[in-house]
């Protein structure tokens, strides 16, 4: 049974810098496909970017740069590092995992375990 705990939103100022962490437990690093979400400007959700079994991520377009994903050994923490973030970057953010490590996409329909987000504002 895959559960996923979101932490280390808060609130931050234009220009800063945040990192979000969630805790993956049931999850086999080699077996899932891991990402991050967010919900912003009341718009739906979207994809940030996916990390596979190889450590290879994959990330949305225009998330590049300023997001990095990764995962810590052997806490089974994901972690998002999120820099230079603005207003439009306030909103919820979600990690994800889905079995099956091929092809592995932060596209919101492929994923079915999600975590219940992080609340992350900028002012």
């Known amino acids: 049974h895959v559960q996923l705990v979101e932490s280390g939103g808060g609130s931050v100022q234009t220009g800063g810098s945040l990192t979000l962490s969630c805790e993956a437990s049931g999850v086999t690093w080699g077996r899932h496909c891991m990402a991050w979400f967010r919900q912003v400007g009341g718009n739906e959700r979207e994809g940030i970017g996916a990390?596979?079994?190889?450590?290879?991520?994959n990330y949305k377009n225009g998330k590049r740069g300023r997001f990095t994903i990764s995962r810590v050994y052997p806490k089974k923490t994901l972690t998002l590092e999120m820099d230079n973030l603005g207003p439009e970057d306030t909103g919820m953010y979600y990690c994800a995992a889905r079995a099956g490590r091929d092809d592995c996409y932060a596209v919101t329909s492929d994923f079915e375990t999600w975590g219940q987000g992080t609340q992350v504002t900028v002012s």
């Open positions: 990390i596979d079994n190889r450590d290879w991520i």
